[in-house]
């Protein structure tokens, strides 16, 4: 597998213009005789598609849901980073580099991340010149907000909907594209193989989830903006259809899978109530501006207010234990997500944890409505607020919320170089189903920017560069008449046949479940060598028994969401053990990933730069045969690696 | 809680649909609408029946999938939120809930609570975007909004086009959809530019669709799970009105 990650030579701060100048670019009449697939149609896959369609190239972008604008990107809350500088508090394009790189626990490739830091700048621009209603102040300016792991505020938001609003500017833009018949989408359509000709992607197969159709889409290049996989867990914050699917059917025609044990715990999340619960809601970061985070000292005080006999308002100050501000008096309650979490089921570890499961801690914000009245807390946060009382019944503005540490986000992702390209040629791969920018760990208000710089300003031109590379005469000459096509869509409908005939007494949701089961006690907020080990063997019996005894009633031909759900857990289950596997080779702790075994004196996640300075790639081998390992080592020629403190 | 449902049950477009009843046994008040769906499904699964098919992802209210009538009301009985924020502690012991798909015209039923809305998308696609090229934005402070102006627009946009409005409407109108969209994006100086245009273009494609026309009934405002008010209707028929009359001059484009 060949790693190259294609960097440019020369200084960092010029490397971006120096490639944009160096690419290959097709002529404007000859675009259109391209044509460009896009898998995904949220911030990356939106912004990508409308992005191209507008340079003149033919696209063709498929979605899951009934429409492009309901992609999970819209479920984002706080906000998005840009080295703006507009508070005129020290930001730069270094420094978001830096914070980036720092907050990623040095695994993550510089150049990447610095290009995400340069353009930064220019979404915020695209965003407001597409009519997204930022927040402003009385002057008329833009707003910002401070983020986790920053120390400038750098954030734009629109209240506590950012995401929503940034994807109805990409939507609002592919929209227009497809009304112009530059973009024919495909709503309820899932993507279910990749198909390559003398090793190229050429095109994928695809199945109308209405009509259970199976068809042949052939294309130029094939983009790949199809999310992350933090449903393996079961429970998390995504979606319920967000999955692991496009991404693991390339890795199984030999896309690498980059570093998929990176996953992103997020700091606030409402606990689980019980075990009919199928997703975890997020409260954004942004509430850490003003919340303070907390749990009782004592646990004696912790077990009164599990059990109802205590009001946690009732608990004077030098009983709370502001564990963040303790702990890490210069960022506080805004210490990263990966340190907060940990921190988080420290203490529930310890037996203080509240709500009735004791998997919880307080985000309080009496002192901040003290101090700025409730008037003001209401404008900064009211829709979260009322978004935390209606999913708990508890009013915020009166009783600290409770929040606990749930799968958000996941870093790891399809291996790409620097122009977002696989390690299959034509196949390119951007927002949180790539691996590139957030290393270890990604900042709060980050994957916002990492979509919309894949999608507006990257992609764009990389993609170019490849179809002219190709040649004009080799534009839309492979079609769906290819035998390649016939071959992969013969293996796609035997897997939809195999999932209906098994017959067995078990639902894919019950297997889904026990998955997440797994992977969250083994592979979650801690992990050991033995854990992971056994992870990997629980894993392959429960795939097995999955193949033998899950139950998928209803046909092929029509909505059938119990076999759509299956296919999904299907690929969760071998997706599941690659993770796992990552997670052992590791034999360190960064970032999200924390092993056991590797932890400084007072907990803190203890790197180990000589040996694991590397992203992880795995190749796959075979059903059932270990995927092989390679290795990207990544250079740091700018950033001196340091133990990550934010004490 | 012990609950009897009662389920719109239809296998595609063409199908009649019928009501079907369940039983469910020991619902936790602290599960959502969609969970106790989830264990009717599974429930279901268990015998060897098909489960009830109906939209959702996000669930939390944002992404606008999720679209079932629940006792008569668009989202159910609440107000301000969608059918997914909706908790079972709303609901009592014994109680029997009527749960049935969008019921409009332009929104054909494709199985059970499953819908098709790409009209909507298709009022979005006849004008509804700022045309801003990707590279052509000038800074991003270079034009300051006024705060008033920027949260005018901010409280239209938040629009999740999920069709409750028209699900609610006897007209089956999609005005405020509409309306929620031309008043974001007319009121912003970005969207100044085709203003007439767009405004224009929606509104024909929205007549186009077989959507009704408004007749101030305000059930679209009153079921809005993002609590978009009725002026923007106001807000549409006067931007709408202002670009016929400049159009039958000199057409705006």
Redesign the interface.
């Known amino acids: 597998m060949n790693l190259d990650s294609k960097t440019p030579a020369g200084p960092l701060a010029q490397k971006w213009s120096s490639h944009k100048f160096n690419m290959k670019l097709v002529n404007p009449a000859n675009r259109r005789k391209y044509n460009v697939i896009v898998v995904g149609s949220g911030l990356a896959g939106g912004?990508a598609a409308?992005?191209l369609a507008?340079q003149g190239y033919n696209v063709a972008c498929f979605c899951y849901?009934?429409?492009?604008?309901?992609a999970?990107s819209?479920?984002a809350q706080g906000g998005i980073n840009a080295s703006?500088n507009?508070q005129n508090d020290g930001d730069s394009v270094q420094r978001l580099f830096y914070d980036t790189v720092k907050g990623g626990d040095y695994r993550s490739r510089e150049a990447n991340v610095y290009r995400l830091a340069e353009v930064s700048s220019?979404i915020?621009?695209?965003?407001?010149?597409?009519?997204v209603?930022?927040?402003?102040?009385?002057?008329?300016?833009?707003a910002n907000r401070s983020f986790g792991g920053a120390q400038v505020s750098r954030t734009f938001y629109?209240?506590g909907?950012t995401?929503?609003?940034l994807l109805?500017g990409a939507?609002?833009?592919l929209?227009?594209q497809?009304?112009l018949g530059k973009v024919k989408?495909y709503?309820r359509h899932e993507m279910l193989d990749v198909v390559k000709v003398d090793g190229h992607a050429k095109g994928i197969i695809v199945r109308n989830m209405?009509t259970g159709e199976v068809s042949r889409h052939a294309g130029d290049a094939v983009v790949l903006a199809t999310g992350g996989y933090g449903n393996v867990f079961f429970l998390s914050?995504n979606?319920?259809?967000c999955n692991v699917t496009a991404a693991h059917r390339a890795y199984k025609r030999g896309a690498g899978m980059a570093n998929p044990c990176y996953t992103q715990i997020h700091p606030t999340c409402i606990p689980v109530?019980?075990d009919?619960?199928?997703?975890l809601?997020?409260m954004s970061e942004s509430l850490r501006n003003d919340g303070r985070v907390w749990a009782p000292m004592d646990k004696e005080t912790a077990k009164k207010i599990r059990e109802g006999k205590l009001n946690p308002n009732d608990v004077p100050d030098e009983e709370r234990d502001y564990y963040l501000e303790r702990k890490y008096p210069s960022f506080g309650n805004l210490a990263p997500r990966d340190i907060s979490s940990r921190a988080a089921k420290e203490a529930c570890d310890d037996g203080r944890g509240i709500a009735t499961t004791g998997l919880g801690v307080f985000l309080d914000f009496r002192d901040a409505i003290k101090r700025d009245g409730q008037k003001a807390i209401e404008e900064r946060y009211g829709n979260l607020f009322e978004?935390y009382q209606?999913?708990t019944?508890d009013n915020p503005y009166e009783t600290p919320m409770m929040i606990f540490p749930a799968v958000h986000y996941t870093m790891g992702g399809l291996w790409v170089d620097y122009n977002l390209q696989s390690t299959i040629p034509g196949m390119f791969v951007g927002g949180e189903a790539n691996f590139s920018d957030h290393g270890a760990n990604r900042l709060g208000a980050s994957a916002l920017m990492q979509g919309l710089a894949d999608g507006?300003?990257v992609l764009?031109y990389t993609v170019g560069n490849y179809l002219s590379e190709q040649g004009v005469a080799a534009a839309g000459q492979v079609t769906t008449d290819h035998p390649a096509f016939a071959e992969v869509e013969a293996d796609v409908k035997g897997r939809i046949d195999k999932l209906l005939s098994i017959g067995g007494t078990e639902?894919p949701?019950?297997f889904h479940k026990r998955l997440g089961h797994i992977v969250w006690e083994k592979c979650g907020m801690a992990r050991s060598k033995e854990g992971l080990e056994e992870a990997i063997r629980d894993i392959q019996a429960l795939r097995k028994e999955f193949w033998e005894n899950v139950?998928v009633?209803?046909d092929a031909d029509?909505?059938?969401?119990?076999l759509e759900r299956a296919g999904r857990v299907a690929d969760f289950m071998e997706f599941g053990e690659i993770m796992c596997r990552d997670a052992l080779m590791r034999e360190e702790s960064c970032g999200g990933h924390f092993r056991v075994e590797y932890q400084t004196d007072d907990g803190e996640a203890l790197r180990d730069d000589d040996n694991f300075t590397f992203a992880g790639v795995w190749e796959y081998k075979g059903d059932d045969v270990e995927p092989q390992l390679h290795k990207e080592s990544l250079v740091y020629e700018n950033v001196k690696l340091a133990t990550r403190s934010y004490k | 809680m012990n609950l009897t449902l009662r389920v719109w049950r239809q296998?595609?477009r063409l199908d009649v649909g019928k009501f079907a009843e369940y039983k469910l046994a020991d619902i936790?008040e602290?599960?959502?609408f969609?969970?106790m769906l989830?264990?009717l499904?599974?429930q279901?699964?268990?015998d060897?029946?098909?489960?009830v098919?109906f939209?959702?992802?996000?669930?939390?209210?944002?992404?606008?999938?999720c679209s079932m009538t629940i006792n008569g009301i668009p989202h159910g009985p609440e107000g301000g939120?969608t059918a997914c924020?909706l908790?079972m502690?709303h609901f009592h012991d014994g109680q029997t809930i009527t749960i049935e798909p969008w019921r409009a015209k332009p929104f054909p039923v494709?199985?059970d609570l499953?819908v098709?809305?790409?009209p909507?998308?298709k009022i979005?696609?006849?004008g509804?975007?700022?045309?801003?090229?990707?590279?052509?934005?000038?800074?991003?402070?270079a034009?300051?909004?006024?705060?008033g102006i920027?949260?005018y627009?901010?409280d239209a946009?938040?629009c999740?086009?999920c069709g409750a409005c028209v699900a609610a409407c006897p007209n089956a109108s999609a005005m405020l959809f509409t309306g929620a969209k031309v008043a974001?994006?007319n009121s912003?100086p970005?969207?100044k530019a085709e203003k007439d245009r767009r405004t224009l273009a929606m509104v024909t494609t929205m007549d186009g669709e077989g959507f009704g026309g408004c007749t101030n009934i305000g059930e679209c405002a009153a079921v809005c799970p993002k609590s978009i008010p009725l002026d923007m209707i106001a807000h549409l028929n006067r931007d709408y009105a202002a670009a016929q009359f400049k159009n039958f001059f000199k057409p705006v484009a």
């Open positions: 912004a409308a992005s507008e849901q009934d429409s492009p604008r309901r999970h819209i479920a703006k507009y220019d915020i621009d695209q965003c407001v010149a597409s009519g209603p930022f927040a402003r102040e009385y002057g008329g300016f833009l629109a209240r909907q995401g929503q609003q109805l939507y609002s833009a929209s227009k497809i009304g989408m709503n209405v914050t979606a319920q259809g109530h019980g009919q619960q199928s997703k809601t997020l978004m209606c999913i019944g507006y300003f764009p639902s949701r019950s139950r009633v209803g029509s909505l059938n969401p119990e | 296998k595609n936790s602290d599960s959502s969609l969970e989830d264990i499904s599974e279901l699964v268990a060897g029946h098909e489960p098919a939209d959702h992802d996000c669930r939390e209210g944002i992404c606008g999938m939120i924020q908790h502690r494709i199985k499953v098709d809305r790409t909507l998308d979005i696609q006849a509804g975007f700022i045309t801003a090229r990707t590279g052509s934005a000038v800074d991003a402070n034009m300051p909004i006024a705060k920027a949260d627009a901010m946009a938040a999740i086009g974001h994006m912003l970005q969207g």
